[in-house]
């Protein structure tokens, strides 16, 4: 049977009855059986009766035999060779040592390669050999170079995607006999937590057992700030509080002062005792954000003496810092319209919150008993220090400052003043108790006002038409349609204003800019201002010199197909201004991303405005990197698509936190370039350098999982390497030699029935 | 000295002391002015009544107003000039036409204020019914409604429990609502008729049955509109709060 080149055998039936065919024959062969049984129950002597039920059962199967023609079937097989996969951790966790003093756990790896390479390449025998490294992904590698070292720089340790890939991977189709692991067990992918079930079904999935060779065995002296848990964008002025987790080992009773810092500024701080036994802290750090804006912010811990990794004592994040509502505080120096229309509009707008002070009685009037009253005395204190700290903009409406000398009012000015140049808004509205009028001139709020105020030029009493100026033609304040022509248009078509407090237009230079002017009032031989911006510090101001701009609203509105929207869009696009509000700033800077490894470039996103507001196509654009000392570190350049919008990509130079300014053409000519900031962080550590640990544990899990065999280094050598069996494939020729057509097995049939009916006979069962 | 003479000196006193108000020289545009509605029927049932609620406006608050009230048709452009628009009459009045309703409505839609008085007593009848279908007419989506005691109409500036007027037909005013503010009240009590004070300081009318009080009532409730109409709801500002429940309690 073994000639010819065949390897195995294995038994066939060659009958051409279908198989329901021979099942009814064998049903036949046994109803013969149990007719003979059923016959002989009357026979006393047993010898004959199993005498004669043997012959009738050897019969029966001596038929079915011929009838199912049975045949040896000759097989020539062959045996695969399935694969071994050896796979070398090369995540940057492998530059730390074995044991602490002890080489890096990369060398110990190469070391172990170099020993074992033979005996590994012995297992080519049972199975072919695949060198691969891993980290975050897998990669074939050459065994010459691993014995010599891999660099290990991934940033992300994956075991159980890798030995995914090589078990699904091959183009021959082969099956993963066996995987050789050989690595620290920092994985921070899908086994970060363990061996969870469902890792496990997955490992089990594979059909091999994966030998672990564990590298590194004592976890490093290190202090990291693991996680941190903040939002992605906070509400200016109210209490954040951001929760950094610690993760120390090696520690014994030593503080650690652990800051938040925003851009260089320590803002929040708290100190924790690492002890020693204890790994993980939550150390909650509170502040409020003061402005709004982008900031990458920093929470840093301290670095000890003799720690493995350093990088991984500080992480960045980026934070929004938004406004909830914008709160403007609005008061007024008497009851009037433009005081009543001004409140109406802000109390109607659900961003704003309004904190409204109006003067409804002054010292000359005389109202009856107080407390008949429901007025409240003049909160000065109240308005001009706690209200005035939190808002985002103050208006004063026809409010005069002298008749409130003896609330210590004059103390307060410098104070509004400052505010604005630390970052307020300030609007001022006419009247006979504003400007010049109010006695405004040489007092430190007309130091950051947008108008020369000078007291005693008066009022202009009679009808004027106010006229944009080209700088207000493209204003955000004053555009109130889509273009300069509609804004024009628009402005013309408005009723005439009675009354203009008289002041001048600051000179060049001051950062001030005059919007509306009243062309038939002049004063010293320019038309008076009516509407005029300031930047002024890092705040704004804002002077409207009529207390008449209601005419722009409810006046308006009289005649046929009028309506307030003027006055409506002047005033909310003159509060968004002030409070810089950032849907106004003609250019924008978005990174991609609000976090990128180190190595890693920042992609950035530029929208550009024209003065129409349109989409600034082709507009050249530039942008800088600027760390937290203030030194620009990265620039670009680029030019905006069709749709306004320029992409340009910058390499930060190593970890931290950076600003990101854009700067755009100039809005007008003449005028400074416009500039939009945002912020990015350059991660100063990826997972791997957060926890330095080794993980020897879960590689012999994994190991025992899989059944699998398990050693750790330093000191252990390879062990065993169990294989999973080879399938066994038939790849040649078959012969099927037939064995019922032998003369023998007919004769037994006839002989068994020969003697059947001779013993019958004898015995007399006719 | 007779009584005439004497009220004819105290009053000329009494302009001197208004005096050195109006030279603060505050602009006549800038000073708040009442429009008083013309129509078909007695408009104008008491000459002297704006006229004396203005001078007691600007004694009494810092509010600046300018001497008399200015009569308006309502149909005429100008009209928006005058946010604060006070309806009288006495008897039934012919109805508005459309396009002076039209202009009406506008008006009251944008911001606009308009005080109703009524100085003829009636109720359901005479000035009452006309008044009632003109505001029905007017405002259709905007019910005449009672005005609530806790409204800040009756703190917007004196702490008002009562009301006033020449006589108390109801004890309560009524008014319509626009986006949430009162745009119309009005008063059946003849507030007016309290505010009427002749060229030589006397008052016109009796006012039954509360007498001076409610005169005094009267001015407060003509002070507590205008200052509604010119700082709405303010009062109800959380910053007040606390003094209010204070004084009221």
């Given at each position: ?16 009855w279908?198989?329901w ?7 036949a ?10 016959g002989?129950?009357?026979?006393p002597?047993p010898g004959?009766r199993a005498?004669l ?17 049975p045949?040896?079937?000759l097989?020539?097989?062959a ?12 995540s ?12 890096s756990?990369?060398?110990?790896a190469?070391a172990f390669?170099r020993?074992h390479?033979?005996?590994?390449e012995a297992l080519?025998d049972?199975?072919t050999?695949?060198?691969h490294t891993?980290?975050?992904d897998v990669?074939p590698a050459?065994?010459a170079?691993?014995a ?6 991934g940033g992300?340790t ?7 890939a090589?078990?699904?991977g091959?183009?021959?189709g082969?099956r993963?006999a066996?995987a050789v692991?050989i690595?620290?067990g920092a ?6 937590d ?5 890792a ?5 999935e594979l059909h091999?057992p994966v ?5 590194g ?6 202090l990291?700030v ?5 939002d992605?964008f906070a ?21 650690a002062?652990?800051?938040?810092r925003?851009e ?5 701080s708290a100190?924790?005792r690492l002890?020693?036994?204890k790994e ?7 502040f409020a954000?003061?402005t709004?804006?982008?900031f990458v912010?920093?929470v840093?811990?301290?670095v000890f ?5 350093v ?8 934070l929004r810092?938004?406004?909830d509502?914008v709160r403007v505080?609005?008061v007024a ?5 433009d ?7 802000l109390?109607?707008?659900p961003?704003v919150d ?9 010292a000359?009037d005389?109202s009856?008993?107080?407390?008949e009253l ?25 409010f ?10 004059e103390?307060?000015?410098p104070?509004?003043?400052?505010y604005?140049r ?5 609007a ?5 108790q504003?400007?010049g009028?109010?006695?405004?001139g040489?007092t430190?709020?007309a130091?950051?006002l947008p108008?020369e ?9 009679e ?5 944009l100026?080209?700088?207000g033609?493209?204003?955000p304040?004053?555009?109130?349609a889509g273009?300069?022509?509609q804004s024009d248009?628009?402005w ?8 203009l407090?008289r002041?001048r ?5 001051s950062?001030a800019?005059?919007?509306l ?5 002049p004063?010293?031989?320019?038309p008076?201002?009516?509407v ?12 409207v010199?009529?207390?008449s ?6 006046l ?9 929207r ?12 002030l409070?810089r ?14 976090a990128v490894e180190p190595?890693?470039a920042v ?7 024209g003065?129409?507001?349109g989409?600034?196509?082709?507009a050249p ?6 760390g ?13 698509g069709a749709?306004?919008?320029a992409r ?8 931290g936190a950076y ?11 003449g ?6 900031s945002?912020?990015?962080a ?9 926890d330095?640990?080794?993980?020897p544990?879960?590689?012999r899990?994994?190991?025992e999982?899989t059944?699998?065999a398990f050693?750790a280094?330093?000191?252990g050598?390879?062990p ?5 069996d ?14 019922w ?10 002989a068994?029935?020969?003697g059947?009916?001779?013993l019958r006979r004898r015995w007399?069962?006719? | ?5 004497f ?8 302009g001197?002391?208004?005096l ?5 020289a ?7 002015t ?8 007695r ?7 704006l006229?004396?609620?203005l ?8 509010i600046?107003t300018?001497?008399?009230g ?7 452009p100008?009209l928006h ?9 006495d008897?039934?009045l012919p ?9 009406l409505?506008?008006?009251?839609q944008?911001?606009g ?5 009524s100085a003829?007593g009636s109720d ?15 405002l259709?989506g905007?019910?005449?409604?009672r ?12 702490l008002l429990d009562?009301q ?7 004890p ?13 009240v009005?008063?059946?009590n003849?507030?007016g008729?309290?505010w009427?004070r002749g060229?030589?300081g006397?008052w ?11 005169r005094?009532t009267?001015f407060r409730?003509?002070v507590?509109?205008?200052m ?13 709060l606390?003094?209010?429940l204070?004084?009221r309690?």
């Amino acid at each position: 049977m073994g000639g010819g080149g065949f390897n195995a055998w294995r038994l066939a039936a060659l009958s051409p009855w279908p198989r329901w065919a021979l099942g009814l024959l064998a049903l036949a062969a046994l109803a013969a059986v149990l007719l003979a049984w059923r016959g002989l129950r009357g026979e006393p002597r047993p010898g004959r009766r199993a005498a004669l039920l043997a012959l009738r059962a050897l019969s029966a199967a001596a038929a079915l035999f011929l009838l199912a023609e049975p045949a040896v079937q000759l097989l020539q097989t062959a045996r695969v060779k399935n694969r071994l996969a050896i796979l070398v951790d090369t995540s940057r966790s492998m530059r730390f040592p074995v044991e602490p003093g002890g080489p890096s756990r990369a060398e110990a790896a190469a070391a172990f390669l170099r020993a074992h390479r033979a005996a590994l390449e012995a297992l080519g025998d049972r199975a072919t050999l695949e060198w691969h490294t891993f980290d975050r992904d897998v990669a074939p590698a050459d065994p010459a170079a691993l014995a010599r070292g891999a660099e290990p720089r991934g940033g992300r340790t994956d075991l159980l995607s890798a030995l995914r890939a090589v078990g699904a991977g091959s183009a021959s189709g082969r099956r993963l006999a066996g995987a050789v692991v050989i690595s620290d067990g920092a994985d921070n992918a899908a086994l970060a937590d363990g061996l969870t079930p469902a890792a496990r079904a997955a490992l089990r999935e594979l059909h091999a057992p994966v030998t672990a060779v564990a590298v590194g065995r004592d976890a490093p002296k290190d202090l990291a700030v693991e996680r941190v848990a903040v939002d992605d964008f906070a509400f200016v002025r109210n209490t954040l509080t951001v929760e950094a987790t610690l993760h120390a080992r090696g520690f014994d009773g030593e503080p650690a002062q652990v800051t938040l810092r925003r851009e260089g500024q320590v803002v929040a701080s708290a100190t924790v005792r690492l002890e020693a036994g204890k790994e993980r802290y939550v150390v909650p750090l509170s502040f409020a954000p003061d402005t709004t804006g982008t900031f990458v912010f920093t929470v840093q811990a301290p670095v000890f003496p003799g720690e493995a990794v350093v990088e991984n004592n500080a992480r960045s994040f980026v934070l929004r810092v938004i406004r909830d509502r914008v709160r403007v505080l609005l008061v007024a120096g008497r009851p009037s319209w433009d005081e009543r229309f001004l409140r109406g509009l802000l109390k109607q707008d659900p961003n704003v919150d309004l904190i409204s002070f109006f003067i409804l009685r002054t010292a000359n009037d005389r109202s009856g008993p107080q407390d008949e009253l429901s007025l409240i005395p003049f909160p000065v204190n109240e308005i001009f220090g706690d209200q005035l700290r939190i808002s985002d903009a103050v208006i004063f409406d026809d409010f005069g400052w002298e008749p409130y000398r003896s609330f210590g009012m004059e103390a307060y000015l410098p104070r509004i003043r400052d505010y604005v140049r630390a970052g307020g808004a300030f609007a001022m509205v006419g009247g006979e108790q504003s400007f010049g009028e109010g006695r405004y001139g040489g007092t430190p709020l007309a130091d950051v006002l947008p108008v020369e105020v000078v007291d005693g030029l008066g009022m202009a009493e009679e009808e004027f038409r106010p006229r944009l100026t080209p700088e207000g033609r493209r204003h955000p304040v004053t555009g109130l349609a889509g273009g300069e022509a509609q804004s024009d248009a628009a402005w013309a078509a408005l009723p005439p204003l009675p009354l203009l407090n008289r002041t001048r237009a600051l000179p060049p230079g001051s950062g001030a800019q005059v919007l509306l002017e009243a062309p038939s009032v002049p004063v010293m031989g320019r038309p008076a201002p009516v509407v005029a911006v300031r930047e002024v510090g890092a705040g704004r101001t804002l002077a409207v010199t009529t207390d008449s701009s209601w005419f722009w609203g409810f006046l308006a509105a009289e005649k046929e197909g009028g309506n307030a929207r003027a006055y409506q869009r002047f005033w909310s696009n003159a509060l968004r201004w002030l409070v810089r509000d950032p849907s106004l700033t003609p250019i924008q800077v978005s990174p991609d991303r609000p976090a990128v490894e180190p190595g890693e470039a920042v992609g950035l996103s530029i929208q550009a405005r024209g003065a129409d507001w349109g989409p600034a196509a082709g507009a050249p654009v530039t942008a800088e990197l600027v760390g937290e000392d203030g030194k620009v570190v990265a620039r670009g350049q680029a030019a905006a698509g069709a749709d306004g919008v320029a992409r340009l990509s910058l390499l930060p130079p190593g970890p931290g936190a950076y600003r990101v300014v854009a700067t755009g053409p100039p809005a007008a000519p003449g005028a400074p370039p416009e500039q939009a900031s945002s912020a990015v962080a350059v991660r100063a550590s990826g997972p791997e350098d957060a926890d330095a640990a080794p993980r020897p544990e879960l590689l012999r899990a994994v190991a025992e999982a899989t059944g699998g065999a398990f050693t750790a280094l330093p000191s252990g050598g390879l062990p065993d390497v169990p294989l999973a069996d080879p399938e066994v494939v038939e790849v040649g020729r078959r012969k099927d030699v037939p064995i019922w057509d032998r003369a023998g097995f007919l004769l037994l049939l006839a002989a068994s029935l020969a003697g059947e009916w001779i013993l019958r006979r004898r015995w007399g069962y006719g | 000295m007779r009584r005439r003479t004497f009220l004819r000196w105290a009053s000329l006193g009494a302009g001197a002391l208004a005096l050195p108000r109006a030279a603060r020289a505050l602009p006549e545009t800038s000073r708040l002015t009442i429009g008083q509605l013309q129509h078909g029927g007695r408009w104008n049932p008491r000459p002297t009544a704006l006229r004396r609620l203005l001078w007691e406006l600007a004694a009494r608050t810092s509010i600046e107003t300018a001497p008399d009230g200015v009569a308006l048709r309502a149909g005429r452009p100008g009209l928006h000039r005058f946010p604060f628009l006070y309806l009288a009459g006495d008897g039934p009045l012919p109805p508005f036409t459309e396009p002076e309703r039209v202009a009406l409505r506008r008006h009251l839609q944008y911001g606009g204020f308009l005080l109703v008085d009524s100085a003829d007593g009636s109720d359901g009848a005479g000035f009452d019914a006309s008044a009632r279908r003109e505001l029905a007419a007017l405002l259709p989506g905007s019910p005449v409604l009672r005005i609530a005691r806790e409204h800040v109409l009756y703190k917007s500036f004196y702490l008002l429990d009562h009301q006033g007027g020449r006589v108390l037909v109801k004890p309560w005013l009524e008014g319509q609502v626009v986006d949430g503010r009162l745009a119309v009240v009005y008063s059946q009590n003849d507030l007016g008729g309290a505010w009427a004070r002749g060229a030589l300081g006397d008052w016109e009318y009796e006012c039954t049955p509360g007498g001076e009080a409610q005169r005094e009532t009267a001015f407060r409730l003509g002070v507590n509109a205008a200052m509604y109409a010119l700082c709405t709801d303010y009062k109800d500002d959380a910053v007040h709060l606390p003094f209010i429940l204070k004084r009221r309690s």
